[in-house]
């Protein structure tokens, strides 16, 4: 079914409306006679008057919009408003008489005190058309806004999390460049391998930049990419276990999030460590979503809570979960840190 549009529907209102207004002054005038009559000019003069009224109106709020009315402070549309009624309904009543003169409906001469009379009651009724239009005018109005609004808020986070992602892939890519920098002269074969990783890394990274979320299962390649490249760099040093739950592999996480988290666990634990340490993920489905969990060897004290990667990771499950994902850091026993991620379920 196919609705009318704004002009349509305007039209539609302005026709529906004076035309109901001319049947009701006809019934009127049937019912104020005795013995009730009304005659075919009195009908024609009624439906003239409608069309005229119906023009006025039509007039109006084309230089209302011409001039901006709405850009007014109230007073002063309120004062333009009065007169500008004013004027259309001098103009209504002038035309009532002259059409009652010459359609012969006009039972007598009318007065000036009479006239004067005739001009405010009519423009009670073009204040209550004004009253309707601008109810409607100014809802629209409203309603156009807060679109507008939402518009920009939602390209606002959408630049936000754009440049977020501009800030992760260039930190990720400096540590890992020092990293195979200082494989290089020592073992060419392992920077070799360091490179490979590296460049699936980059190529992982740069396809889903083009998306705000990817399946878990993509963002754990990523990881792996780039704990089989820390591994060659830290040896026996770095040890790592995986227990991710299958049936939660298909959850939409942010991109290069958990594998910040990682990183992070790896430069702020594992790396300060003499015999290095263990890195754990470990995920679950719980009643509120999908529950990541990374444990890493080190102490929190070591790991600022506001530095970059968990910054980074709070504002962008804010920006694209709407504050409905969770995450938190915390020290789980003397020689552990934890850091767990709750993702809704959200679909694609």
Not at 43 to 68: D, E, P, S
Not at 72 to 80: K, N, S, T, V, W
Not at 251 to 274: C, D, F, W
Request: aromatic content about 12%; some cysteine.
């Amino acid at each position: 079914m196919n609705f009318p549009g704004r002009i349509q529907l305007y039209y539609l209102c302005q026709i529906a409306g004076w035309g109901a207004y001319g049947l009701a002054m006809s019934v009127f005038s049937y019912f104020y006679k005795s013995p009730h009559s009304i005659s075919g000019n009195e009908i024609l003069a009624n439906g003239l008057l409608c069309l005229f009224a119906l023009l006025l109106t039509h007039y109006f709020r084309l230089i209302f919009k011409q001039y901006q009315w709405f850009t007014f402070p109230l007073p002063r549309l309120a004062a333009y408003v009065i007169v500008s009624n004013l004027i259309m309904s001098a103009l209504y009543v002038g035309a009532a008489v002259m059409a009652g003169n010459w359609l012969g409906v006009n039972p007598e001469a009318i007065e000036t005190e009479d006239l004067v009379l005739l001009v405010i009651n009519y423009m009670t009724l073009f204040l209550f058309w004004s009253v309707i239009y601008f109810a409607i005018a100014f809802f629209r109005r409203y309603r156009q806004e807060e679109i507008e609004r939402l518009q920009w808020e939602n390209a606002l986070k959408e630049f936000e999390l754009n440049k977020l992602k501009s800030q992760l892939n260039p930190h990720f890519v400096f540590n890992a460049l020092n990293g195979i920098r200082s494989l290089v002269e020592e073992d060419p074969k392992k920077s070799k391998l360091a490179i490979t990783q590296l460049s699936n890394i980059l190529r992982n990274s740069l396809l889903s930049d083009r998306n705000q979320t990817i399946p878990l299962s993509e963002e754990m390649k990523t990881v792996m990419d780039y704990l089989n490249l820390e591994k060659i760099r830290f040896d026996e040093r770095l040890h790592y276990q995986l227990e991710m739950d299958e049936n939660g592999m298909n959850y939409e996480v942010p991109p290069m999030m958990i594998q910040t988290l990682v990183e992070n666990a790896v430069k702020h634990g594992i790396s300060r460590r003499l015999n290095g340490g263990e890195i754990s993920i470990r995920s679950k489905i719980s009643e509120s979503g999908l529950e990541i969990q990374i444990d890493n060897s080190g102490v929190l004290g070591n790991l600022s809570t506001d530095g970059f990667g968990i910054l980074n990771t709070r504002q962008r499950l804010d920006l694209i979960y709407n504050k409905n994902a969770l995450f938190d850091i915390r020290q789980i026993n003397a020689d552990t840190v934890s850091a767990i991620l709750t993702i809704p379920k959200i679909s694609k």
